[in-house]
């Protein structure tokens, strides 16, 4: 059974950093790629990062480069989102997502709120 558990969320000052973690369950890991997601108050969920299988490509919303770093470790059959520089508009649930077979897998999410 695929599961997706985030963590590593919660209440940061503007400037700030966070890691997010999301642990991967009941596939193989290391053959997929994965992306998180985030949803703000009101608004739709945008893709945030992606990495693919074994790590050899990223990319990142306009809005995160420079300051988001999406990574994989295949060993631990986790990916992580470093954040850096954090903003108010950063405030979102964020999520881990990948797609399996044809069938798509989200996380719960964990919540991440940028404010002083």
């Known amino acids: 059974q695929v599961q997706l558990v985030e963590s590593g969320g919660g209440l940061v000052q503007p400037g700030g950093s966070l890691r997010l973690s999301c642990a991967a369950y009941?596939?193989?890991?290391?053959?997929?790629?994965m992306s998180w997601y985030r949803q703000a108050p009101g608004k739709e969920r945008e893709l945030v990062a992606r990495i693919t299988s074994g790590g050899s490509s990223t990319s990142y919303a306009d809005s995160v480069k420079g300051r988001f770093t999406i990574s994989r470790d295949d060993v631990k059959n986790t990916v992580y989102l470093q954040m850096n520089s954090l903003k108010p508009e950063d405030t979102a649930v964020y999520f881990c997502f990948t797609m399996n077979s044809g069938r798509i897998y989200w996380g719960k999410g964990t919540r991440v709120t940028v404010s002083s």
């Open positions: 009941g596939f193989i890991f290391s053959s997929y790629a």
